[in-house]
């Protein structure tokens, strides 16, 4: 009986920290028709061409060149390289002179 709660109390921070809610982050395409594939390498099959218009979440980073994307509940992979941030609208600071 000691082993198995001992193994329980051992194995819940484990459980917890993979559960944990990560904030969805938004990125555009860089390039028209980049490709999403359904695994990272080029020579896989192309899920998708995507446009610099579609809202792409980034899952996260599998590695320096791929990220792992989904796109209308489609997962694939995108280089990392043809990502960009969606920009932001501009704030502008107003000084008024007298």
């Known amino acids: 009986m000691k082993k198995i709660i001992l193994t329980l109390v051992l194995l819940a921070p484990t459980v917890f920290g ?11 395409t860089r390039y028209e ?16 061409a995507l446009k610099s218009a579609d809202e792409i979440v ?4 599998y590695n320096s060149s791929w990220s792992i994307v989904t ?5 694939g992979y ?3 390289a043809e990502l960009a941030q969606p920009k932001k609208p501009a704030t502008y600071q107003v ?3 007298k």
């Open 58 to 61: 980034v899952v996260r980073r």
């Open 33 to 48: 028709n980049s490709k999403m594939y359904r695994q990272p390498g080029t020579s896989t099959e192309v899920l998708k």
């Open 95 to 97: 000084i008024a002179k």
């Open 78 to 80: 995108v280089l990392t």
């Open 18 to 28: 993979f559960a944990t809610d990560r904030q969805a982050v938004t990125a555009s």
């Open 71 to 75: 796109v209308d509940g489609q997962v």
